[in-house]
């Protein structure tokens, strides 16, 4: 699903501990890391969307998590042309606009399963220092990352 604008409705999870730590994943086969995240479908809601992501990317549930807020609004990156997707008689996905929401783990980390799908995004993860990620994800996410993180992290402080 893709808006008139070329943008694919998505969210973005952000994943925390009790000393604000937060889950950082490792995409199979590559060296590229980043917070769990994936497409809105159509007739689902963003917080829908972030419970079928989670489970399926981390093996989490509700049951698992603690929602703690998320992004006023949109947040939105364009991917580089070099990595644009074409098809013919579709409408070109120039980037994503996400909604990004923050969570806390209340379950044990015992639980985190990356191959809880049939096709695993990630094959390691760790925990990360809060601010970290915005400076070691891919270029083109990095300002969105940033916003979120400095939007959320009022909501970390409170929770740790």
Not at 16 to 22: Q, S, T
Not at 113 to 140: H, N, T
Request: hydrophobic share 35%.
């Amino acid at each position: 699903m893709i808006d008139r604008e070329g943008y694919r409705p998505n969210v973005g999870i952000i994943l925390c501990n009790d000393v604000g730590e937060l889950f950082w994943a490792r995409r199979v086969g590559e060296n590229s890391w980043q917070f769990p995240q994936g497409g809105i479908q159509e007739h689902e809601s963003p917080e829908e969307a972030l419970y079928r992501e989670l489970e399926e990317e981390v093996g989490l549930t509700s049951v698992d998590v603690q929602v703690m807020g998320c992004t006023n609004d949109w947040l939105r990156y364009e991917i580089p042309k070099r990595y644009l997707r074409r098809y013919p008689r579709r409408r070109t996905c120039i980037g994503q606009k996400q909604v990004w929401y923050l969570l806390r783990l209340i379950s044990s980390e015992q639980k985190v399963c990356l191959d809880s799908s049939e096709k695993p995004e990630f094959d390691r993860w760790c925990w990360i220092d809060y601010w970290s990620p915005a400076e070691q994800v891919v270029f083109f996410k990095q300002q969105v990352y940033r916003h979120a993180l400095q939007e959320l992290a009022p909501l970390v402080q409170t929770a740790c």
